[in-house]
């Protein structure tokens, strides 16, 4: 197609979704206040001032800055603790530290949403060989498979809770799966559900990519232990780095004592003067994650018009920040991705090319041309390159980047001659 006309075509379809969503879109940033008022209620009450901005070098004990920020995320998670940490490399080494702090040798661990996210698998043992995952050191693991709309199949969990189980992992986001999200409402159906038949048994979270996306948090609602990165929701995309755990107390000080040591626990670690950054981010985080979500209404709405499946429906009810795109076949998907990239403010003359990626067992192809790096928050788009080849897009600081970087995916694929323009006019 010629490239002004594939220009005209991408940006007129873009905008013409973005008009019919505008309801949705004023909807989701009414209920930004809400949000920003359980953040404001959290810094006042812990009397947050510029004083805990400075860290305490070395070991870092009696840090104030330090344990006023977990005071404040437990209260924006409604957990009884929180250890917030730039020591947490990650997401996935945050819930590893959970896991391993929780768990010990004869535990019986259940995943009850499935497979969990690829870099989980080493960590369990369902991949790899000499790493010391859980695996190697005695915590037995089994998993249920969802039904086929995606839900936790409760037949089969009511059976599976017929013997003793220590930790279920319930995980929020759909990860790289074709499932919906999990609602938090959902959530503590699950926790009641597993509480009524073994009230010893820990429901931990997932939470990645769920932060703020509604009004509660699954520690409201009887989840007894969550974990998440710093550098996707909570971090208001200026987190330098980091994760956090949050729940029972008891539970958070067993997971800092895998982050740390024994005996030091949550009482260790510098926060290396990046307070104001870690408080700021959070007062920024309702305004990020709303912006966040109406772009991924953008992107559903725009390829659902393009004939493309999308996983939710622009105006679901969302769980997560993140929205999937099944495309069907890899080169659709390597020319959005590319053209993500070059809408990016860092990197945007990089090329995107599928490669092998620590703690995933396919090749990635990534965009994301972030200030913050791997801060998926600030907008980008990956997948992994196997059938049936769905994209997966989460984040946006703003509304209008995605509408940018959008209408340049649309413009490649007209280019390419992978849309049929007779019938989306």
């Known amino acids: 197609m010629d490239p002004s006309e594939a220009k005209a075509f991408a940006q007129r379809h873009v905008l013409a979704v973005r008009d019919r969503l505008e309801p949705l879109a004023r909807q989701r940033t009414a209920e930004v206040t809400l949000r920003l008022q359980k953040v404001l209620d959290a810094l006042a009450a812990e009397r947050v001032g510029t004083q805990h901005f400075a860290s305490v070098s070395g070991y870092g004990h009696g840090?104030?800055?330090?344990?006023?920020?977990?005071?404040?995320?437990?209260?924006?998670l409604g957990a009884e603790a929180a250890a917030?940490?730039?020591?947490?490399?990650?997401?996935?080494?945050?819930?590893?530290?959970?896991?391993?702090?929780?768990?010990r040798p004869g535990d019986q661990m259940l995943s009850i949403t499935g497979r969990p996210y690829d870099t989980l698998e080493e960590v369990i043992?369902?991949?790899?060989?000499?790493?010391?995952?859980?695996?190697?050191?005695?915590?037995?693991?089994?998993?249920?498979?969802?039904?086929?709309?995606?839900?936790v199949d409760l037949q089969a969990l009511d059976q599976a809770l017929e013997q003793p189980r220590r930790l279920i992992l319930i995980q929020r986001s759909c990860g790289y799966s074709w499932r919906p999200s999990l609602t938090v409402d959902a959530i503590g159906q699950l926790c009641a559900r597993i509480h009524a038949r073994q009230p010893d048994c820990v429901c931990f979270v997932d939470n990645c990519y769920g932060e703020l996306v509604e009004p509660q948090e699954p520690c409201d609602v009887g989840a007894d232990l969550v974990a998440g990165s710093l550098i996707k929701n909570l971090g208001g995309t200026i987190a330098p780095a980091g994760g956090y755990v949050a729940g029972?107390?008891?539970?958070?000080?067993?997971?800092?004592?895998?982050?740390?040591?024994?005996?030091?626990?949550?009482?260790?670690?510098?926060?290396?003067?990046?307070?104001r950054l870690l408080l700021q981010g959070l007062f920024l985080a309702p305004q990020m994650v709303t912006e966040a979500l109406i772009g991924a209404d953008l992107v559903a709405g725009v390829f659902a018009d393009l004939g493309y499946a999308v996983q939710p429906a622009a105006g679901a009810q969302r769980g997560d920040l993140i929205q999937a795109v099944q495309l069907g076949s890899p080169e659709p998907l390597k020319l959005i991705c590319r053209a993500f990239q070059a809408c990016?403010?860092?990197?945007?003359?990089?090329?995107?090319?599928p490669a092998a990626m620590p703690g995933y067992a396919s090749d990635l192809v990534m965009a994301g041309g972030t200030f913050i790096d791997g801060?998926?928050?600030?907008?980008?788009?990956d997948a992994p390159?196997?059938?049936?080849?769905?994209?997966?897009?989460q984040g946006g600081t703003h509304r209008a980047h995605v509408e940018l970087a959008l209408m340049r995916a649309l413009e490649a694929l007209a280019e390419a001659g992978h849309l049929d323009l007779a019938q989306t006019e």
């Open 248 to 275: 029972r107390a008891d539970l958070v000080e067993q997971a800092c004592c895998r982050l740390t040591a024994p005996g030091i626990g949550s009482e260790g670690g510098t926060g290396f003067d990046l307070h």
């Open 385 to 393: 390159l196997r059938e049936p080849f769905n994209l997966y897009v």
């Open 375 to 381: 801060s998926t928050s600030e907008f980008s788009a």
């Open 125 to 151: 043992g369902l991949r790899g060989e000499g790493q010391g995952s859980l695996k190697e050191f005695g915590v037995a693991y089994d998993e249920l498979l969802l039904t086929a709309d995606g839900a």
């Open 344 to 353: 990016s403010p860092v990197g945007s003359y990089l090329d995107p090319v």
């Open 63 to 76: 840090d104030q800055g330090r344990e006023v920020i977990d005071r404040v995320f437990a209260r924006v």
């Open 84 to 103: 917030v940490r730039l020591q947490f490399v990650s997401g996935t080494h945050a819930i590893a530290a959970a896991l391993f702090g929780v768990l």
